[in-house]
């Protein structure tokens, strides 16, 4: 059914093109340039799943307001503005870890590997009605040094004080930063009056060791995965990784666990594909757990994310497209857009034209938004005059973008979408 819907996509755009270079010319009417090898584009639309899970995170997200009212706004760009011809996925450097943990287990001694001096260590209770911890109930053990917090630490400071500073944690949460003159090694953390559960933050601000995850993409449409690579670097070069785990967070909350392949240089990979898009907005998380060791054989964990956003293919653009001198004398461009369900729409592109010198340079940004109904519909972007100045013909439409704004989600993206003659 899926082949069959893909091949009634693809020969309904073979049938409009078709048509179009058929008909006699006509000033302003376009087709799009076919997709190229890096664009996203929808083949089949698909129904937007309309039964939320009724997870506890998604009960406490607002609800997303819908505006109705049509909106186009438009700015010039400078001409020598380098922009990004393709998005890149987010990547971070991780340098932390966390631990969830039982009362018990800090009671008994908590193992905690630190690859370097100066290490941050928050602890946070997971209800606050446990009530702050006292620094000097709280034990530190690192080789043969076992001290209290208050000696263990330069600094110590209690959830008001890091809120204070700008960071929000939860409340009764207690942070340290151990003195550079302790070490490293296996340090073991331990509070005789701990009750319930609690969450241990590690960061080592010093450490030469970063674990970073790189998706191979930012957006994907229902039925498409990314790519996911997990590495372990020490300062500027790659070491092997002896366990990857992890889980993909939806934006309702719900979590699904992964496994990772390991592979021959050392790192962790995961093909991560959504099995359905929630009608709660946001974006998609892959949280990694690994460990890893320096050439001493000391044991490294690091945690990292890496996020994506996912859309059900819920509208197209139609590949028909016209443009318009505007009252202005600015340029319109009308784009077909094929909606399977009715929602807010917007599109967005760059307008390049040729330059003074001869070149193709980038002239302005425009986007616009509108509630369209299912079925064939059209949004517009507008090119005021000031946009067109010192740039002429041809033009082309670079970055050519189609969104479901409640869904925050990314449907189209084109990087050289149309080429044409100023109407």
């Not at 584009?41 to 819908?66: C, F, K, S, Y």
């Not at 001409?79 to 966390?98: K, M, V």
């Not at 000031?386 to 869904?407: H, I, K, M, T």
């Amino acid at each position: 059914q899926r082949s069959k819907l893909q091949y009634d996509a693809y020969l309904n755009q073979v049938l409009m093109l078709a048509t179009c270079l058929a008909m006699p010319a006509v000033a302003g009417t376009h087709v799009l340039l076919p997709p190229q090898q890096n664009d996203m584009v929808t083949t089949a639309l698909q129904a937007r799943d309309a039964t939320p899970r009724l997870t506890t995170a998604a009960a406490a997200m607002p609800r997303v307001h819908v505006e109705r009212t049509p909106l186009s706004v438009s700015w010039p760009l400078p001409h020598d503005a380098a922009l990004q011809p393709q998005p890149q996925p987010f990547a971070r450097s991780s340098r932390e870890y966390w631990r969830d943990v039982s009362a018990s287990e800090l009671q008994q001694g908590l193992k905690l590997p630190l690859s370097a001096p100066g290490a941050i260590i928050r602890l946070s209770p997971g209800s606050a009605a446990v009530g702050k911890l006292d620094p000097a109930g709280v034990h530190l053990q690192l080789g043969r040094q076992s001290l209290n917090v208050n000696a263990a630490s330069s600094q110590v400071a209690d959830a008001a004080a890091v809120h204070a500073a700008g960071m929000d944690v939860p409340a009764a949460s207690m942070v340290m930063q151990l003195k550079p003159e302790l070490g490293s090694g296996v340090a073991t953390l331990q509070v005789p009056a701990a009750n319930g559960r609690y969450v241990v933050h590690v960061y080592e601000p010093q450490s030469p060791f970063t674990v970073t995850a790189n998706a191979d993409r930012d957006d994907l449409l229902l039925g498409q995965s990314v790519h996911v690579r997990v590495a372990l670097q020490d300062q500027d070069h790659d070491m092997p990784l002896s366990s990857v785990g992890g889980l993909l967070r939806a934006p309702d909350g719900s979590s699904t666990p992964l496994s990772f392949r390991r592979q021959a240089d050392g790192s962790f990979t995961v093909d991560v594909r959504p099995r359905s898009i929630p009608t709660t907005p946001g974006l998609w998380e892959v949280h990694s757990f690994t460990v890893g060791r320096d050439s001493a054989g000391n044991e490294i964990r690091r945690d990292t994310t890496t996020v994506f956003a996912a859309a059900a293919p819920v509208a197209r653009f139609s590949g028909l497209a016209n443009t318009a001198r505007a009252a202005d004398q600015g340029i319109d461009i009308m784009l077909g857009v094929t909606a399977r369900d009715a929602s807010r729409y917007a599109v967005s592109a760059v307008l390049y034209g040729r330059g003074t010198d001869g070149s193709m340079v980038p002239a302005a940004f425009a986007q616009s938004a509108a509630w369209l109904s299912s079925g064939n519909g059209q949004l517009i972007l507008h090119y005021d005059p000031a946009s067109l100045q010192g740039v002429g013909a041809p033009y082309e439409l670079r970055d050519l973008r189609l969104q479901d704004q409640p869904a925050v989600g990314l449907l189209e993206r084109r990087a050289r979408a149309m080429s044409f003659i100023a109407p």
